[in-house]
């Protein structure tokens, strides 16, 4: 074999082994550089009561209509009490912030010196000793920033506790699948039983400690979502 068949073979090696490191580095920088997951912060759900073995011991009947357990008043508007009952939320959500940030200095500075007597200097020379001096310094800066988010929307959520001073743990979520797309709501929330509208409605605003989500699944957010070996390239370029 010739030396230039030898080194076009050797420069072939070199080659593949380049673009296997350069492939290796990239699946591996991809990895890292896959768009992170983001999703609300839920509470965790309280962990389920094992069933007792048992068969419950049933109060006595005091013989009465009245049961404390079952009450529902006859002449109020039926609403939600007590766990898995259902709760319509209707999200209004509207969040507008904006800040603007303005600053400036100066400053300025003069001075000069001069000498009035010197023994071995003529007063012409006298006059030549003279110096001034003069700085000046300016600094101007701006910043702005706005928000805003809008979210609109309906789910009927659940009871799934009732706190000890009455206010309500509602949770739920819904999925609606079409052509191969999932879009999925999620709610939870503290509400306060007094502020429930008749129907069993109530605001997102009266709602404590409200945590909501909504987000896709399928085609439409994967095409949406960068590529992992654009977002390699975007990661080091310096333009």
């Known amino acids: 074999m010739s030396h230039h068949g030898h080194y076009h073979k050797y420069s072939l090696s070199r080659l593949c082994i380049l673009l296997s490191s350069v492939f290796l580095a990239g699946n591996m920088v991809g990895c ?7 999703s609300v912060d839920f509470p965790a759900p309280p962990p389920a009561q094992p069933i007792a073995s048992v068969a419950p011991v049933k109060s006595p009947s005091s013989g009465s209509l009245f049961q404390k357990a079952s009450y529902r008043p006859a002449f109020e508007d039926a609403r939600a009490r007590v766990a898995g009952d259902n709760i319509t939320i209707q999200i209004i959500e509207k969040v507008t912030a904006s800040q603007v940030s303005k600053s400036t200095a100066n400053r300025t500075t003069t001075g000069s010196t001069s ?19 003069a700085s000046a310094n300016d600094f101007s800066g701006k910043g702005g920033t706005e928000s805003a988010n809008t979210f609109y929307g309906t789910i009927t959520a659940t009871v799934i506790d009732v706190l000890p001073n009455g206010h309500l743990l509602v949770a739920g979520d819904k999925q609606i699948g079409i052509n191969q797309n999932v879009d999925v709501m999620r709610f939870s929330g503290t509400v306060d039983p007094h502020l429930i509208q008749p129907g069993n409605l109530i605001n997102s605003t009266q709602v404590a400690n409200a945590r909501m989500e909504s987000k896709g699944r399928g085609a439409q957010a994967e095409a949406q979502t960068v590529g992992w070996l654009t977002r390699f390239f975007f990661s080091f370029l310096p333009f």
Do not use: I, R, Y
């Open 32 to 38: 890292n550089s896959l768009p992170q997951t983001v």
């Open 115 to 133: 000498v009035t007597a010197f023994p071995t200097l003529s007063p012409l020379d006298m006059a030549n000793l003279k110096t001034d001096t």
